[in-house]
């Protein structure tokens, strides 16, 4: 029903956030371009397999869009965190079928966006703040056409492991499992909430990426 599309790697700006990807990951990713009305522009690395990794960060060109920029880039939280350095937020997961999972879940799913770069086209649903449980439960996002990862040349790199960490593990495995995702994530019950990626170096090296 659903599988991960991608990781989320929010930085203050997008040249600190491919710096610190060459430097952790030892691969350089590519631009992507911006987000009309979102405030944010991006940068894609391919890991192979349909599945990517995106850098987000504020987009100087844009104007303060009206709402929230996306992935929390203006809670103040975040803000400070990525003062320090780029960090994992979020992940998304891919399905074919979002209007019908959408309708399944009711008011948990979020309000669908339909969202363009280029003549690239994606549909997106994020859930309602405070239902995303610290991002651990994906937005959606379904391609109608040729997706983002289609047009990434692969870097080598793997993601080998998505891994979530909350101290009510059992209602993340719930949300999860209702989205068809519990495969997805490997959780595990933790005094903090945490998002976990594990990937593998094109030179074999193994780096863990977190959200905290």
């Not at 631009?31 to 009309?36: D, E, K, L």
């Not at 966006?113 to 997106?124: C, D, E, I, K, T």
């Amino acid at each position: 029903m659903a599988e991960i599309d991608h990781i989320v790697l929010g930085a203050r700006t997008l040249a600190e956030g491919a710096a610190f990807v060459e430097q952790h990951l030892g691969a350089k990713p590519r631009p992507g371009g911006a987000h009309p009305g979102h405030g944010t522009h991006n940068m894609l690395l391919g890991l192979g397999r349909g599945t990517y990794l995106e850098i987000i960060a504020p987009d100087p060109d844009q104007p303060e869009p009206p709402h929230g920029r996306l992935f929390d880039l203006d809670d103040p939280a975040v803000k400070v965190m990525l003062e320090a350095e780029p960090r994992l937020l979020a992940w998304v997961a891919r399905t074919p079928v979002l209007d019908a999972m959408a309708a399944r879940l009711g008011p948990r799913a979020g309000e669908i966006q339909a969202m363009s770069r280029g003549n690239l086209r994606w549909r997106m649903a994020f859930p309602p703040q405070r239902q995303d449980m610290d991002n651990l439960i994906p937005a959606l996002i379904e391609w109608p056409g040729e997706s983002a990862s289609t047009r990434i040349p692969d870097s080598h790199v793997r993601l080998l492991q998505l891994e979530a960490e909350h101290p009510d593990a059992d209602a993340v495995r719930a949300a999860l499992a209702e989205r068809g995702l519990e495969e997805a994530l490997r959780v595990r019950r933790s005094p903090h909430a945490r998002l976990i990626a594990r990937l593998r170096r094109q030179d074999g090296q193994d780096v863990t990426l977190t959200s905290g």
